[in-house]
Structure formats: structure tokens, C-alpha cells
């Protein structure tokens, strides 16, 4: 697949966990499976661990794209790495060493993502694009499904798009929230 080509990833927590295999079975063809980790310290809400992403990672015909919301990711983002989650994105805020984080995470062989809230600036991550396989703007704030999309969020992602492009970086630009028919091309538009 071309680096620029758009990826869908639908999320997991739109599955019915009872008829789990049947879910995944039933989007086969995407290019990756969102699979939301939530702790109910970083953000409001609670989902599941390593074990259920384990047996998600054992089922999935998709691959595994692995968003960490949760505090203190330098300790458990590798755990879901070495489960064999293609990649693993963890929260710019939450992370005391993104860096560090970042290459342990690609040395264990997943694609290294950080996620920035709504209110988080970008251009600090500039200087470290290449650090990174995938940056997920979050155009929501980061803890509930069904959220209305932020649309003020599309300046720092086209911020992203341009820095990433000025430098020659291969990062993927993601974006996760309040996406659908009405608000995939803005963001398609803006560089996701």
C-alpha cells in the first residue's frame, strides 16, 4: 500500500463482544482494527487489557492498531507490542520518554504511534516527525464514542501534513473521532 493511500481502521468498541469473531470476520477488508485501551485515570472511561487485546490479536484476521489512553504508557505499551499488535499509539501527554518509548516499541516490531488531545499543540513533535511511524490527532476529546467531531482540530493536523512534508517524512497522520460520511474528506483534506 503507498504511504499516502487513506487507511480505514474501524474501531472495536462498535463490535458486539458477544459475536466477536463474526465482528472481525465481518471487516476483514479493513486495513487495521482500532483497538481502544482506556484505564479510567487518563481518560473517564474503562475498556479492557492486555489479555482481551491478546485474544482480539488471536481472532483478528485484521491487523491490530492499539490506542493507548492511559497513564503511564513507558511501563505498558510494550506489553501490547510484544502481543504482536501491529502498532501501538500512546498519548503525548501520559508519556514521560516518547522517544525512548517510541523506539522500544519499534524494536519489539510494531509501528510506533503518539496522540495528541484536542488541546495539545504540535509543533513540538516537529523536530521528532521521524521518531514516529503514525501521529493520531484526536478530533474528540479522548475518552467516550460518539462524540461530535472538533473541527477546530483541522489546522493542527494540516499543520502536521505540511511540517511532515517539508522534511520529507513518511509519518502517517491519523485522526480519531466523530468520523463519518459528513467529516472524512475535512480530514482527508487536511492531511489524514
Do not use: C
Not at 97 to 122: D, E, F, M, N, Y
Amino acid at each position: 500500500m503507498p504511504t499516502d493511500a487513506p487507511r480505514i481502521n474501524p474501531s472495536i468498541l462498535a463490535a458486539d463482544f458477544v459475536n466477536m469473531e463474526a465482528e472481525l470476520a465481518r471487516i476483514a477488508g479493513a486495513d487495521f482494527v482500532h483497538v481502544d485501551v482506556m484505564d479510567n485515570h487518563f481518560v473517564p472511561n474503562l475498556t479492557f487489557g492486555p489479555q482481551m487485546v491478546g485474544r482480539i490479536q488471536e481472532t483478528s484476521p485484521v491487523p491490530l492498531d492499539v490506542h493507548l489512553m492511559i497513564d503511564d504508557p513507558d511501563r505498558w505499551a510494550p506489553a501490547y507490542a510484544e502481543l504482536g499488535a501491529a502498532s501501538v499509539t500512546f498519548h503525548l501527554e501520559a508519556a514521560a520518554s516518547p522517544i525512548t518509548l517510541a523506539r522500544q516499541l519499534r524494536s519489539i516490531g510494531a509501528r510506533a504511534g503518539v496522540a495528541v488531545k484536542p488541546g495539545t499543540p504540535v509543533e513540538n513533535l516537529f523536530d521528532s516527525l521521524n521518531e514516529f511511524d503514525q501521529i493520531l490527532v484526536m478530533t474528540v476529546e479522548p475518552g467516550f464514542g460518539g462524540q461530535s467531531f472538533m473541527p477546530e482540530t483541522m489546522p493542527k493536523l494540516r499543520a502536521l501534513a505540511d511540517e511532515a512534508k517539508r522534511r520529507g517524512s513518511n509519518v502517517w497522520l491519523q485522526v480519531d473521532g466523530g468520523i463519518g460520511e459528513s467529516t472524512i474528506a475535512q480530514a482527508a483534506e487536511a492531511g489524514a
